[in-house]
């Protein structure tokens, strides 16, 4: 049995244990609240536990007295929370329908974009593959297998092992007021700089022939990519090169829940783009003085080189044949080729 079906099998295990493990956690958390409920309220001095659909109705029902008090009406998160109703839920459903919903609006919102411009060959200026499309047999499988991360397997990840992970182990603060705009600055770099470092190296690891067939070939079907091709990924390839290096500086940082839902969400943008097969000039995803998008698009065509953004490539000249097959096309109007 090769890896990659140990891959598979490991998959498919796990998907079937966690979802039969989130469902009865699901079934256990409400079953609680609803012991919970007080069974005369208006002669209970408590109140359900928050976090649930019936504790918020409670709320509304039998509390509005006191649900009326309102948080620091200066932080805008916190106010946020309120008025929208979203701070009667418990911190796990917060943490996983937040992190989950973004991921399913910016990674289709974003590659609904690009299908119009593919359709309508829109900007031919900027595409970088001459128009090329991968094969429509491709294309389904990825389409059917990120719909399973985004809408199954990502969500019970995020719910059984993000949760307890980040928020409860790390200290991730979900109602705490926002963090000051050097907080900010501070945390995003460090997050970016670590993503950028760890994605390099753990990358070039999965080329190594050992681990390349059982781990990266998969990702690598994509000799011409495309913006949907940024998550086809086994489970392995998914959680050492995509979850670890975008999540450690915010957990390094213990950040805030929302910058770090904020940097997740560029990443997504970001990975659809380098696989659009489009390089804008001035794209605010993708901008550096070198042209990453060409580079990542260079690594899925020829498969050798440039594992990183540009730094570390430039750092350990793994670019150097993208350089060399720039030179060879004659493109001189690129920065760093
Ligand atoms: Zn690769
Ligand atoms: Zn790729």
């Given at each position: 049995m090769t890896f990659y079906q140990v891959d598979q099998l490991f998959a498919s295990i796990s998907n079937q244990f966690i979802s039969f493990s989130w469902t009865y956690s699901i079934v256990i958390d409400y079953f609680y609240a609803s012991m919970t409920l007080p069974i005369a309220p208006q002669v209970c001095s408590s109140t359900p536990e928050n976090g649930s659909t019936v504790s918020l109705l409670y709320n509304i029902a039998f509390n509005s007295s006191t649900d009326i008090?309102?948080?620091?009406?200066?932080?805008p998160w916190l106010t946020f929370l309120h008025y929208s109703g979203i701070d009667s839920y418990d911190d796990r459903i917060i943490f996983t329908a937040g992190l989950c919903l973004t991921n399913i609006i910016l990674f289709y919102g974003t590659n609904l974009i690009f299908y119009i411009m593919y359709w309508y060959d829109m900007l031919p200026q900027y595409r970088i593959n001459g128009g090329k499309m991968p094969s429509s047999e491709l294309t389904w499988d990825c389409l059917k297998e990120t719909a399973i991360g985004n809408f199954i397997s990502q969500p019970i990840f995020a719910y059984l092992l993000g949760y307890p992970l980040l928020i409860t182990w790390v200290g991730m603060p979900i109602r705490a007021p926002l963090p000051s705009l050097r907080v900010w600055v501070r945390d995003w770099l460090i997050a970016f700089v670590l993503n950028d470092t760890l994605f390099y190296w753990i990358h070039r690891l999965l080329h190594h022939p050992l681990l390349y067939k059982h781990i990266h070939k998969h990702h690598h079907?994509?000799?011409?990519?495309?913006?949907?091709?940024?998550?086809?990924?086994?489970m392995l390839e998914s959680l050492t090169a995509g979850l670890i290096p975008t999540i450690t500086g915010c957990c390094l940082m213990k950040s805030h829940y929302l910058l770090f839902v904020c940097f997740i969400g560029w990443k997504i943008i970001e990975g659809i783009e380098l696989h659009s097969g489009y390089a804008f000039?001035?794209?605010?995803?993708?901008?550096?003085?070198?042209?990453v998008t060409e580079r990542h698009d260079f690594h899925h065509s020829h498969n050798t080189g440039c594992y990183g953004g540009w730094f570390w490539d430039w750092v350990c000249g793994t670019d150097k044949t993208f350089i060399e097959f720039k030179k060879s096309k004659n493109i001189k109007s690129i920065v760093g080729a």
């Open positions: 008090s309102l948080p620091n009406e200066s932080d079907m994509f000799h011409t990519p495309i913006g949907i091709s940024a998550s086809y990924a086994t000039p001035y794209s605010p995803f993708t901008f550096t003085p070198y042209p």
